[in-house]
């Protein structure tokens, strides 16, 4: 991809804007006493929710597709340089579908930061997905299934309904519309499965807000119990292999890796790119790598997944070892002072400016 100076400089400053902490506050929806003290703020860097965007919103049965990784450039250069997560005023003047695509991408990658913070989620299984491997049968109308179903910890019979919203409208149009709409799906939902159960079911927004508005960005939570009207939701198989696999099918799509795709979805999937190599704090990540070249430098943009932790995967697949060593992997490359974002499963997001 080629860029005019102006427009490098323009990224590479994007992309140095979002490499700090944004602190947004967490405003509950009615009681949400059953999950447990939720913080006031949840904290994060920004590389850390375009890297969950981009992880929350790929298609794993689509596994060549580079523009999950666009989409990352292209919000990059939305937030504003102001201390709290503000919208640049100009994206007001956008196209609305484009604007609502946006707020969902987004609401979907900061649901994700939330969960891991406030609910330990690890592992996180689109149900469109699961649906569509016949992990899971249901007959609930495709509008009416929740985002996704989260599990903390490996072995565990305990699962998080997650259901994402996103919204620049307003902070009452997330309140008081989107949330209680979220829990009204979670509502619908029995899991009919001998060893697992739902002990925990969250709406979470992330209302946007732009630098030219009168109040800032908020993520809001509510917490349903479940509905006297449901749907059945059959697990066809062993839930943990059904969420390792499910939840790294994603990345792999996401980081052009048609080996590990093929292994993980058990079918013979489309050749793509050889994932590359790349050394960070002594450890191997292979993924995929989209870069801008220009006359004034280059920038790169590199998404993988831990050697190691990709390893596991093709060898046995045993979920507590993938757990404990992409945390491991997660703790070694957070201590990279900028440039790099991981998440505890051991995705890796790399961004590196090069100046002529």
């Known amino acids: ?22 602190s947004v506050p967490l405003i509950t929806v009615g009681n949400c006493a059953a999950l447990g003290p939720l913080p006031p703020s949840i904290s994060f860097n920004g590389l850390e929710l375009m890297l969950d965007i981009g992880s929350s919103c790929t298609r794993p049965d689509i596994f060549d597709d580079p523009s999950p990784l666009f989409a990352l450039l292209k919000y990059a ?11 640049k ?9 484009k604007k609502t695509l946006m707020s969902d991408e987004f609401g979907c990658g900061g649901a994700f930061v939330a969960a891991r913070r406030v ?8 149900f469109s997905t ?32 997650l259901e994402a919203k996103g919204t620049q409208t307003s902070r009452e149009y997330c309140a008081r519309t989107q949330i209680p709409s979220g829990c009204e799906q979670l509502q619908t939902v029995r899991l009919v499965d001998n060893t697992k159960q739902i002990s925990r079911r969250a709406a979470i927004g992330l209302t946007l807000r732009r630098t030219d508005d009168a109040d800032e960005s908020a993520f809001y939570i509510g917490d349903p ?42 079918v013979v999937v489309p050749a ?13 990540v292979l993924g995929t790598s989209c870069v801008a070249i220009s006359p004034a430098g280059a920038l790169e943009l590199f998404m993988g997944i831990d050697a190691e932790v990709r390893s596991i995967l093709f060898r046995d697949k045993n979920a507590e070892m993938i757990a404990a060593v992409g945390l491991e992997a997660h703790k070694a490359f957070n201590a990279i002072d900028h440039g790099v974002a991981s998440t505890p499963d051991g995705a890796v997001l790399s961004l590196s400016v090069y100046r002529n």
């Open 225 to 266: 119990d479940e509905g006297k009207k449901t749907c059945d939701y059959k697990l066809d198989g062993d839930f943990d292999h059904i969420a390792l696999r499910s939840h790294y099918l994603r990345l792999a799509a996401l980081c052009g890796d048609a080996e590990l795709s093929t292994n993980l979805a058990e």
């Open 130 to 161: 699961a649906v569509r491997y016949g992990w899971v049968r249901t007959t609930a109308p495709r509008s009416r299934r929740p985002d996704y179903i989260c599990q903390s910890v490996p072995g565990s019979p305990d699962l998080t309904l």
């Open 1 to 22: 991809m080629f860029l005019t100076s102006a427009a490098f400089q323009s990224l590479s400053a994007s992309w140095h804007n979002l490499d700090r902490q944004f």
């Open 77 to 87: 250069s939305t937030i504003a340089g102001t201390p709290e997560l503000n919208l």
């Open 119 to 126: 609910l330990q989620a690890q592992r996180f299984v689109d």
């Open 272 to 284: 793509g790119r050889t994932p590359l190599t790349l050394r960070l704090a002594n450890r191997e």
């Open 89 to 97: 005023g100009d994206v007001r003047d956008a196209d609305q579908h």
